[in-house]
């Protein structure tokens, strides 16, 4: 069995599907990614397989950098998207921006 690139917690898994989630925010140790990368997703739960993406882009960012925008392509509200952030990387303040697209 293939092992996945990345995980998603199964609560994004019908955004990202619906193709409404287009970034994530990740921790240092996942900024290796790049433009062109193709990954195998999973839930972050069981990791099961879900789908397929490719990274547009990777670009460092702030806490304090996050604007609507991000929240949009993350479809959530920025309070909550900072929220979520603190609450997944509570000792973390440097973070990479990877913009992802569907491929299946």
């Not at 619906?18 to 290796?32: F, L, P, V």
């Not at 929240?71 to 913009?99: C, G, H």
């Amino acid at each position: 069995m293939q092992s996945n690139d990345i995980t998603f917690y199964q609560r994004f898994e019908t955004d990202i599907l619906a193709g409404r989630k287009t970034i994530t925010i990740r921790d240092k140790s996942e900024s290796h990614f790049k433009a062109g990368d193709i990954l195998r997703v999973g839930r972050f739960e069981d990791n099961q397989y879900f789908c397929t993406i490719e990274v547009l882009s990777v670009s460092p960012i702030t806490i304090d950098e996050l604007a609507e925008q991000h929240a949009k392509q993350e479809n959530m509200r920025l309070d909550e998207l900072k929220e979520v952030i603190k609450t997944i990387y509570p000792n973390e303040s440097e973070f990479w921006v990877i913009e992802i697209r569907l491929v299946n």
